[in-house]
Nanobody, 122 residues
Framework: QVQLVESGGGLVQAGGSLRLSCVAS????????MGWYRQAPGKQRELVAS???????NYADSVKGRFTISRDSAKNTVYLQMDSLKPEDTAVYYC????????????????WGQGTQVTVSS
């Protein structure tokens, strides 16, 4: 089993910044991808940003130029620096990790954190 613990959410005014962190722990061979999703009330969960073990990064169009994802593989930690926040960024933000359990198989298993609330006031 893999545990993901997020931190860093909160209330901020529009134009402000927040930094989310997520630490993965448990028994696994490797983490292939770590990322952030968000879910606003009444909406589907959507990808915000992801980063692979090879440092390939993907952003949602809505956050490009404002959010920065980074990863410390030695600490099994992923960060999301959120700048120029807008009220429409308000959501619960979830960390995810795609892990493998063996060096002999590419089968990946996805795990989720419990979520952290980000609220941006206008």
């Amino acid at each position: 089993q893999v545990q993901l613990v997020e931190s860093g959410g909160g209330l901020v005014q529009a134009g402000g910044s927040l930094r989310l962190s997520c630490v993965a722990s448990g028994n696994f061979f490797s983490i292939r991808v770590m990322g952030w999703y968000r879910q606003a009330p009444g909406k589907q969960r959507e990808l915000v940003a992801s980063i692979t073990s090879a440092a390939t990064i993907n952003y949602a169009d809505s956050v490009k130029g404002r959010f920065t994802i980074s990863r410390d593989s030695a600490k099994n930690t992923v960060y999301l620096q959120m700048d120029s926040l807008k009220p429409e960024d308000t959501a619960v933000y979830y960390c995810n990790a795609d892990v493998t359990y063996s060096g002999k198989s590419d089968t990946q298993f996805r795990f989720w954190g419990q979520g952290t609330q980000v609220t941006v006031s206008s």
